[in-house]
């Protein structure tokens, strides 16, 4: 393809043609009549090439609509130059035009309080554009609403609303609703009453308040919300902290007959949800609640009806004033779960487990997580295929049994956010039972782990130096497995296709910097033995001339509710 002509043929009495024009050719075919448009193989010959057709119009559409194109009234200007092979591309069937529509425009949400993206970029293309695509319903489901006061930037927010609502006819909706801690109460609450009116459309709600006013307003939805399918619902965490405990935000959804998945971050108000019939359920509690209400009365009552759940994520930084729970709860079909307290590993029996994460909540909690692990494994009698464990303290005796208990581990990932030496010595006696040949009794081909394929270490911790502490465990076992991977002389390392390490040192943002000569030489064996092998440094300036020196700056936030802070990554 060389060229781009398009030319439209807005209604005109003049009978006039315009035309938009690029450097680069958008459909390579010269003029055709009415009859041979109207053909069966024309149409054919748009299907087989929708995919370029589709792969150039966002560059047409950027082109086209640049504000340098644009008259004063938004509308593209006629460039007179006649292309040389004009494609009449708003002549095409209209199925074929939906179907490029559909791929070029952004599956983000549509801003309703921006009218120069989405569909309405393509709309000002020209009248049949325009009529097309304000007829399509798909186009228009898709919905996000900001409150804040710089987010309103129309002079008629709940017309352009309405329009949105309009052209989605009777099409499922797609919701997500923010309220920001400076909306005002009045533009909220109106925005929010005109998105209720549609409530039996709603399939997936993503919704923040800040204002206990809000979910008053939005309680009038409840037993209208027929076909709910996924939920995620916030609150600020001054909200959760203010509360009173007679809030109860969650009765809302409890009648949604169709509520599948939840994530829900507001506290420990989650009771009310509809357990029994969730596939996937994601709980945060923090604030005082969460620190006041003890694991029996919330936690254990919602896991004994979760009897359908395949993803369980508890998210519970502040649950310290727990009691033991309920033993042998049952879940027979969780795949996927992540926990760090270890009440909840003990207590769950999950025979088709999967993949579990173990990220602990508190420091008490490093020392009893991978025994507890161990006996979730063991009793349930899962294949596990991927394991990530976070600050744990990684005794060599119980790891080897949890590798040993887990033969079909495909994933490993290992994270640790303090570093000494018994931490160095332990994955230094780890190393080898994952990569070098053991007994014949262990595992296909004589290792514990003979489908393992990728290993993750991420080594982060707070650092006052400007270099990082040697890390032995590099030096020996894992230099030498990637070395003989490379080298192809250890058939079981050579299933090992990934290995992933990082350091991460946390620093303030005057601090430079640097790997370490030795690590520096220890990440380059790795890089060359074909493994992805990256340093970190959270904050602080970069080290330019201590290899590696290409580097980047991430903006990260581990913690929904911490503040993100910018990471420097060397590759």
């Known amino acids: ?121 393509l709309s000002k293309v020209c009248k ?53 801690e400076d909306s005002l109460p009045y533009e909220t609450h109106t925005l929010l009453r005109i998105l209720m009116k549609h409530a039996p459309r709603w399939k997936k709600l993503d919704f923040t308040f800040s204002n206990p006013e809000t979910i008053a307003v939005l309680d009038a939805v409840r037993g209208r919300l027929d076909s709910l399918e996924s939920l995620t619902f916030s609150a600020s965490p001054g909200i959760i902290a203010d509360m009173p405990w007679s809030a109860t935000p969650c009765r809302i959804f409890a009648d949604a007959p169709k509520l599948r998945s939840a994530d829900v971050s507001v506290g420990g108000f989650t009771l009310e949800l509809p357990f029994a019939q969730l596939k996937s359920l994601s709980d945060h509690w923090c604030g005082a609640r ?3 209400m003890s694991i029996p009365e919330g936690i254990t009552k919602y896991l004994q009806e979760m009897g359908q759940v395949e993803a369980y994520n508890l998210y519970g930084p502040e649950l310290k004033n727990v009691t033991p729970m309920a033993d042998n709860m049952r879940l027979p079909f969780l795949r996927t779960l992540y926990a760090g307290d270890p009440r909840v590993l003990r207590s769950v029996i999950a025979p088709r487990l999967e993949e579990v994460h173990v990220q602990p909540f508190n420091k008490e909690a490093r020392e009893v997580n991978l025994p507890v692990l161990l006996f979730l494994i063991e009793r349930s009698g899962c294949s596990l295929r991927k394991i990530i464990l976070g600050d744990c303290i990684p005794v060599v005796n119980k790891f080897i049994s949890m590798l040993r208990a887990s033969p079909t581990l495909e994933e490993l990932a290992l994270s640790f956010t303090e570093w000494d030496d018994r931490m160095d010595s332990y994955l230094l006696e780890i190393f080898p039972s994952i990569h070098v040949k053991g ?27 400007r270099m990082v502490p040697s890390m032995s465990f590099l030096r020996d076992t894992l230099i030498a497995a990637v070395e003989n991977r490379r080298n ?24 430079v910097v640097s790997p370490g000569v030795g ?53």
Not at 21 to 30: D, Q, T, V
Not at 158 to 175: A, E, T, V
Not at 488 to 495: C, D, I, L, T, Y
Request: include cysteine; hydrophobic fraction near 35%.
């Open 519 to 571: 690590n520096v030489e220890r990440w380059n064996r790795l890089k060359e033995g074909g493994m992805e092998a990256l340093f970190h440094v959270l904050g602080g300036k970069a080290d330019d001339e201590c290899p590696p020196a290409d580097s980047r700056m991430l903006r990260v936030d581990p913690d929904p509710y911490s503040r993100a802070y910018l990471q420097r990554e060397y590759v």
């Open 1 to 121: 393809m060389t060229g781009l002509g398009i030319e439209t043929r807005p209604k005109s009495s003049q009978g006039k043609h315009r035309r938009f024009h690029s450097s680069k050719m958008f459909f390579r075919e010269p003029p055709i009549s009415k009859a041979q448009w109207e053909s069966k193989e024309y149409v054919e010959y748009c299907i087989k090439h929708r995919q370029e057709l589709s792969s150039v119009l966002p560059s047409f559409m950027t082109a086209s609509l640049h504000p340098d194109n644009l008259d004063a009234e938004n509308v593209p200007r006629i460039n007179k130059e006649k292309p040389k092979q004009p494609a009449f591309i708003n002549e095409m069937p209209t199925e074929i035009l939906l179907d490029i529509f559909s791929q070029a425009i952004p599956s983000t949400d549509i801003n309703p309080f921006n009218t120069t993206a989405g569909p309405w970029a």
């Open 488 to 511: 192809h002389q250890v058939a079981s390392v050579a299933k090992l296709a990934s290995v992933e390490v990082r350091a991460a040192v946390l620093v303030k943002q005057d601090m």
């Open 290 to 292: 969460a620190k006041e």
């Open 128 to 180: 049949k554009w325009d009529s097309i695509i304000t007829a399509y319903a798909p186009l228009w489901t898709n919905i996000t609403i900001d409150t804040s006061p710089k987010a309103i930037n129309v002079l008629k927010p709940y017309r352009c609303l309405l329009d949105i609502l309009k052209r989605s006819q009777d099409q499922p909706l797609s919701i997500r609703f923010v309220e920001g």
């Open 439 to 465: 007994g014949e009794e262990e595992g296909e081909g004589g290792t514990l782990v003979p489908r393992l394929t990728k290993l993750n270490i991420l080594v982060q911790h707070k650092h006052t130096s």
